[in-house]
């Protein structure tokens, strides 16, 4: 009879075997893509975009990355479409009144989504502080140029659950934050001098008892949904809700230019931001700047979403995702897990997650980030030591609360941000790093 260990260590070897012969396509294609990439590089080519180690950025300097962390602002964000590259490309040929176009464009990003009214803003940053100078100071030109002095005006914002990251875009106004943790807060937060709510619970059911609250009070509500497109069908959904006012991202998952953001809702709260935005002249105008060339990329984007396949888009990032996995997982120990939130939810594209024993590779999470960062190409994965935040806020959660010591640290990717082929040179480096620890552990 087998010993149990030699059994163990057989049953482990055919694991290894199979997970082997699982990737052994992947190991052929990156062969030839390798040598591919050989051939072009001494191939000369004026209207090449260039390799990772010759292009416009390395020219200065900067070394170009391989986002598996998502659309982080700080990673510049995604890479525009297609067609939107080709209609910030049309769009700067010629002048135009920059209020027309905002009122023109509005008016067709509002019947996309079937909501009153729309406009582009600066980001969804830019989108949050128009909206809330539009909910204190109105359309009055005398009260757009006194904020962020609100006296005489209603000065205080709900904040549906906790401060974050993005509350600044509203104390920019000069609005006081009250900060209402749960939604059976909210009625006894509600006064006066209430000018707006503030949260990012987009669920329907949510929502809804929100405007239980909100409606009767006649205070408006901001719904802050920065990265929930894809799917397209959110922006379409929030507006049969009711909800005053919505906005998006425009650099995030919708892929328009990074400097833009769309914000829908009430035509009556869209004028009024529209005169708290660029080019008007008032305290918080000029800074929410936004473009010709941004309102056409945007319009562009949002054009796309409406007719694009969700589905087939999601097979080619899951099968990114899946081919990491398989890559990864022929170092025995290695463990990875795909999880997709549900389409109503931000950030709604496959997650994979990849684990080991720390402590028996000799390897960390963040010790694993930095080589595949030192590597070349460079790969930026997040973790708690590579974090998307804010200077101020460095060391802390979104809620302002410092991060656990025991918060767990895990290497993740995200599917959104990968380039075709992407997978392929992420998955390979990774199970390098994690091969060459595990042997040196042994």
Same mark, same amino acid.
């Not at 082997?20 to 004026?46: D, E, H, N, W």
């Not at 009711?242 to 650099?251: A, H, K, P, Q, R």
């Not at 767990?408 to 199970?431: A, F, M, Y």
């Given at each position: ?32 893509? *390798?040598?591919? +990439?050989?051939?072009?590089?001494? =191939?000369?080519? /004026?209207?090449?975009? !260039?390799?990772?180690?010759? #292009? &416009? $950025? ?63 803003? *600066?980001?969804? +940053?830019?989108?949050?502080?128009? =909206?809330?100078? /539009?909910?204190?100071? !109105?359309?009055?030109?005398? #009260? &757009? $140029? ?297």
């Amino acid at each position: 009879m087998m010993p149990e260990r030699e059994f163990h260590n057989d049953l482990s070897d055919r694991r290894s075997f199979i997970k082997l012969l699982a990737a052994a396509p992947l190991f052929a294609t990156i062969g030839a893509r *390798s040598f591919a +990439a050989t051939v072009s590089a001494t =191939a000369k080519s /004026a209207t090449s975009k !260039g390799t990772f180690s010759d #292009n &416009i $950025y390395t020219r200065l300097g900067v070394r170009p990355l391989i986002n598996c962390c998502g659309p982080w602002t700080n990673m510049t964000a995604a890479l525009e479409l297609p067609e939107v590259r080709a209609a910030t490309e049309a769009a700067h040929y010629y002048f135009v009144n920059l209020l027309e176009l905002q009122a023109a464009v509005g008016r067709r990003l509002a019947e996309l989504a079937g909501a009153e009214s729309a406009m582009v803003t *600066s980001g969804s +940053a830019g989108s949050i502080s128009s =909206a809330t100078a /539009a909910c204190i100071a !109105g359309s009055d030109a005398k #009260n &757009i $140029y006194q904020l962020p002095d609100t006296t005489g005006m209603k000065g205080e914002v709900i904040l549906l659950g906790e401060r974050s990251g993005w509350d600044s875009c509203i104390r920019l106004t000069g609005a006081k934050l009250v900060v209402a943790p749960t939604v059976n807060d909210l009625q006894s937060a509600i006064t006066s001098q209430t000018a707006m709510i503030y949260t990012t619970w987009g669920t329907d059911e949510v929502l809804q008892s929100i405007l239980k609250i909100s409606k009767p009070a006649g205070v408006p509500v901001l719904l802050d949904q920065a990265s929930a497109i894809p799917p397209f069908s959110n922006y379409t959904r929030l507006a049969k809700t009711g909800v005053d006012l919505y906005c998006f991202s425009g650099g995030k998952g919708m892929r328009g230019p990074q400097s833009s953001g769309v914000l829908l809702g009430r035509k009556d709260l869209i004028d009024a931001a529209v005169y708290n935005t660029n080019p008007w002249e008032g305290s918080i105008c000029r800074p929410m700047k936004v473009g010709k060339e941004e309102m056409m990329g945007v319009l562009a984007a949002v054009e796309y979403w409406s007719k694009a396949d969700n589905a087939a888009i999601n097979k080619v990032w899951q099968r990114q995702v899946e081919r990491i996995a398989t890559l990864v997982e022929t170092v025995p120990g290695v463990h990875a897990t795909i999880m997709t939130p549900p389409p109503e939810e931000e950030d709604s594209w496959p997650l994979l997650t990849i684990s080991w024993d720390e402590q028996k590779f000799g390897l960390t999470v963040d010790q694993c980030a930095q080589q595949l960062r030192e590597g070349e190409p460079r790969i930026e994965v997040p973790s708690i030591a590579n974090r998307e935040g804010v200077l101020a806020r460095i060391g802390l959660t979104e809620s302002g609360k410092p991060i656990p010591a025991n918060l767990p640290n895990r290497l993740q990717i995200k599917s959104l941000t990968l380039q075709p082929g992407d997978e392929l040179i992420v998955g390979n480096r990774l199970r390098q790093v994690l091969a060459k620890a595990r042997k040196r552990s042994a």
